[in-house]
């Protein structure tokens, strides 16, 4: 895991979250980051990427369905979209 991985995925989900401010749909951005060895400069790619809507959880090496799980309870939206960093649209 590399400084690349946190600035890709910060790019992910930028993506992700100007798409849906475009499109004008309601929506917050959710990110956990699992790695047991996250940087400060990770953190400091991913908080802006979310947005003022969105949140980082960080729960270092809780397992990919309990992580998706704590992301569950913390939304507050209807509809529920999870999706990995290494996944391609």
């Known amino acids: 895991r590399t400084a690349r ?17 475009a499109s004008g749909v309601s929506h917050e951005v959710l990110v956990n980051v699992d790695s047991p060895d996250v940087r400060d400069g990770d953190l400091a790619v991913l908080v802006p990427a979310v947005g003022p809507s969105g949140r980082v959880l960080l729960a270092s090496n809780v397992g990919e ?10 939304a507050r939206g209807t ?6 960093d290494d996944m391609q649209l």
Not at 65 to 74: E, F, H, K, P, S
Not at 79 to 84: A, G, I, K, N, P
Request: proline share 0%.
């Open 65 to 74: 369905t309990r992580a998706y799980n704590n992301l569950a309870r913390m």
């Open 79 to 84: 509809h529920l979209v999870l999706l990995q």
């Open 5 to 21: 991985h946190a600035r890709l995925a910060s790019r992910f989900v930028r993506t992700l979250r100007e798409s849906a401010e």
